[in-house]
């Protein structure tokens, strides 16, 4: 493996020194270059016009496909005998299949006259002046009729890698090839078009931001095949030729900074691997500048300008893409979870990569396979990140599907404790009504039977009946649905400290921070409920002079605390009955924090706090 990555790494620095990818074919079958008379030169403006090309000079006789012109400023002319070509066989097509050269002009020749002079096209000048609507540059020659003359090409691509395969096809060949070429795009852009739909659906169905990340990064990739292969100057902006110098490496660039945040999420990164997640958080920070000033710089139309960024790119990116790939196989020696797929795929992208400057430094040969390693790099990539996410979707579905019998287990667990709690509040007033109403009733029946109707015991009935009055009104702030109803939690909450307050025994001070109006029915009895065991606790049990309590509603969090001075609790004495055990079995259910402070003359305090939307729907 690392003696591959070495080689990689040579070749980034050596690929700026590599010679133009020329490469002269009749019907998919290469032309031998000694005694074939193919001649070269080269000129330093790309100046095309008829004038300038009749009086060029210092022509070359090619004798191998290896010409030393790539990212120099120099523009490069080719003369080919098409009677060398008629050896071959037949052709009715020149297809000089490279959508990217800046600049095209071709002429037919004969003894240094012109016989036929084509329009200056070009990935720099609008579409419409291509010799036929093709993403590469198609000739309809036939060869019979020029046998004599000589085919001439100019090309200026200067400061960045030239390819010059210039194909003779019959109209049959030229069928079949432009038909394979056209089914591989369409596979290639299909499955991408596919990918892109599909992580988006999931991104807008599940809110999950890796979806989104690798959606975008599918795009960028779509993008680049696009600009790649000719079609959408062909489709979208063949009035704008200027785009093409921006797309096509800008979204090649760009592609690396989706990749990344997906690697990032599809790992969890922020959580398992913090440092390295903020090691690659400042990696893209420094990436977008640089590729900012790319952008800014290349804007000028400077082609030395433009070669200098497109190396710069060719080292960056596949240098950057190392390092995230040897984060992956760091996290896959620590167990991290789907490592060893993004460490597949980018090991996917390498090998491709490698393939592909191989070929581009003629090291390989040329076939289709060899010259569209990348978009098959691509491909494979994409399919074993599909396949991944395909895991991980299942493994959420999964999850999801657990964590809902969880919630619905606990869900019937508060309804059960909030139905016990029902049930011993109702025995707790029936008994209060039978213990007090009912014995003051009956005691004030033998006062009135008993008593003279003088005007001293008229106000003894009145008084006794005010407080039997009082204790009633006591008793029925206890059944909180009804209170609630009327008055709502904070109101009922408040009335339930004033009665303490006004009883004299207890200084108690209330505060309600957050929002009044946010909370639900059920929780507005959940959380009345457990202030009133709170406060009766404070009455019964604290001997307490003054007292603190405090709820907080923010968002949806639900903070509920109190403190008292009184004698304090003892921790392993809690209450029977409902009391603050069956409080803490509650908080639990509601995935809550409980804690009480407490000792034996040291006071009393206890929090609780929980999320509303843990249990929405109880």
Avoid at 14 to 21: E, R
Avoid at 192 to 213: A, G, I, K
Avoid at 413 to 426: L, P, S
Avoid at 588 to 604: H, R, V, W
Wanted: aromatic share 14%.
């Amino acid at each position: 493996m690392l003696w591959k990555l070495l080689i990689y790494i040579l070749l980034l620095f050596t690929a700026p020194a590599a010679w133009a990818q020329l490469e002269i074919t009749s019907n998919g079958r290469q032309i031998e270059y000694p005694g074939a008379r193919i001649q070269y030169a080269f000129s330093s403006g790309n100046d095309f016009s008829d004038s300038a090309f009749l009086k060029m000079k210092h022509w070359k006789v090619l004798s191998t496909g290896k010409i030393p012109i790539s990212n120099s400023p120099h523009c490069v002319w080719l003369k080919i005998p098409i009677r060398t070509l008629l050896r071959y066989g037949d052709f009715n097509f020149i297809d000089i299949n490279n959508p990217h050269i800046n600049f095209l002009r071709c002429w037919i020749i004969k003894k240094d006259s012109i016989v036929k002079a084509f329009e200056r096209s070009g990935d720099n000048v609008v579409f419409s002046a291509r010799p036929l609507p093709t993403a590469s540059f198609i000739y309809p020659i036939n060869g019979q009729e020029y046998k004599d003359c000589d085919f001439v090409i100019a090309t200026d691509k200067r400061y960045t890698k030239l390819d010059l395969p210039v194909n003779f096809y019959t109209e049959t060949y030229y069928l079949y090839a432009s038909q394979s070429k056209n089914l591989l795009f369409g596979l290639f852009l299909g499955i991408t078009v596919f990918l892109f739909v599909f992580n988006f659906y999931l991104f807008v169905s599940m809110r999950q931001s890796m979806y989104l990340w690798y959606s975008i990064y599918i795009l960028m990739i779509a993008l680049y095949l696009g600009t790649s292969m000719g079609h959408l100057f062909m489709y979208f902006y063949p009035e704008y030729p200027f785009l093409n110098d921006i797309i096509r490496p800008a979204a090649f660039a760009l592609s690396f900074i989706p990749q990344v945040n997906f690697f990032n999420t599809l790992m969890n990164l922020p959580e398992k691997m913090p440092r390295m997640y903020l090691f690659n958080k400042r990696l893209l920070v420094a990436f977008g500048v640089l590729f900012v000033l790319a952008v800014a710089t290349s804007a000028s139309g400077n082609y030395k300008i433009q070669g200098y960024w497109v190396h710069t790119n060719r080292v960056v990116y596949p240098l950057v893409l190392m390092v995230i790939l040897v984060e992956g196989v760091y996290c896959l020696k620590k167990g991290v979870r789907y490592a060893g797929y993004s460490v597949i795929s980018l090991l996917i992208v390498f090998v491709s990569s490698i393939i592909y400057v191989l070929q581009q430094n003629e090291i390989l040969p040329r076939n289709d396979f060899t010259s569209s390693a990348v978009y098959w790099g691509l491909f494979f990539e994409g399919m074993v990140m599909a396949f991944a996410l395909a895991l991980r979707f299942k493994s959420y579905k999964d999850d999801s599907e657990r964590l809902l019998k969880e919630t619905q287990l606990q869900q019937e667990n508060i309804f059960n404790e909030t139905a016990i709690y029902q049930q011993k509040e109702m025995q707790r007033m029936s008994s209060l009504l039978h213990d007090t109403v009912g014995a003051n009733l009956g005691f004030l029946r033998l006062e009135t039977d008993n008593m003279p109707l003088t005007e001293e015991g008229r106000n003894k009935i009145a008084g006794a009946i005010t407080k039997l009055g009082q204790e009633v009104r006591t008793m029925s702030h206890e059944f909180s649905p009804l209170v609630l109803q009327d008055k709502g939690l904070y109101l009922s909450i408040a009335e339930m400290v004033k009665l303490i307050i006004n009883n004299g025994k207890i200084d108690l001070q209330f505060e309600w921070l957050g929002h009044k109006d946010r909370i639900s029915v059920q929780y507005e009895i959940i959380i009345y409920r457990m202030v009133q065991e709170i406060l009766q606790n404070l009455l019964k049990h604290s001997k307490a002079s003054s007292g603190f309590l405090q709820v907080m509603v923010e968002q949806d969090l639900v903070s509920i605390y109190a403190e008292d001075n009184g004698v304090g609790l003892d921790q392993h004495k809690m209450s029977d009955g409902l009391g603050l055990k069956s409080l803490e079995d509650l908080v639990k259910l509601l995935k809550g924090n409980f804690s009480i402070d407490s000792a034996e003359d040291k006071g009393f305090s206890i929090s609780i706090e929980f999320n509303q939307h843990n249990n929405e729907n109880i």
